[in-house]
C-alpha cells in the first residue's frame, strides 16, 4: 500500500503561482511513477503531468506545458508541481497519483485525496 497525501493548493491571482506537494508512505517511494491529474467542476479528471520512477522523463498536458513543472525527491518521498503562470482555467481539484511501471496513467494504483487550487481572474 501507498499514502498519498497532497498539499499546498488555494487561492491565488490569474498569473501567480503555486507549488502541490505530494508525501508518500508506504511502500518504496522510488518504485513508482508518479503523476498529477486535475478535475474541475462538471468535468472528467484530467492527466497534468507525470513523472518516471527514476525522475528521467517527465510528461505534460499541451494546456500546461511551459508553465508547470513536475519534479521529485525521492530521498523525500515526494513529489512536486511547480504552477507558474496560472490561469482561471487552471481551477481544479489537484491529484496525485502513483503507478508501478515507467509512466503513471488514469488507471493509476493509488491516488491522493485531492488539493483545490482557484486561480480568480
Known amino acids: 500500500q501507498v499514502q498519498l497525501v497532497e498539499s499546498g493548493g ?3 491571482q490569474a498569473g501567480g503561482s503555486l507549488r502541490l506537494s505530494c508525501a508518500a508512505s508506504g511502500r518504496t ?3 513508482f511513477a508518479m503523476g498529477w491529474f486535475r478535475q474541475a ?3 472528467e479528471r484530467e492527466f497534468v503531468a507525470a513523472i518516471t520512477w527514476s525522475g ?11 508553465r508547470f513543472t513536475i519534479s521529485r525527491d525521492n530521498a523525500k518521498d515526494s513529489v512536486y508541481l511547480q504552477m507558474n503562470i496560472l490561469k482561471p482555467e487552471d ?6 497519483a502513483a503507478q508501478l511501471g515507467r509512466v503513471v ?6 491516488w491522493g485525496q485531492g488539493t483545490q ?5
Open 10 to 12: 488555494g487561492l491565488v
Open 29 to 31: 517511494f522510488g518504485s
Open 41 to 43: 467542476p462538471g468535468k
Open 56 to 66: 528521467d522523463s517527465t510528461y505534460y498536458a499541451d494546456s500546461v506545458k511551459g
Open 91 to 96: 481551477t481544479a481539484v489537484y491529484y496525485c
Open 105 to 110: 496513467t488514469p488507471k493509476a494504483d493509488y
Open 117 to 121: 487550487v482557484t486561480v480568480s481572474s
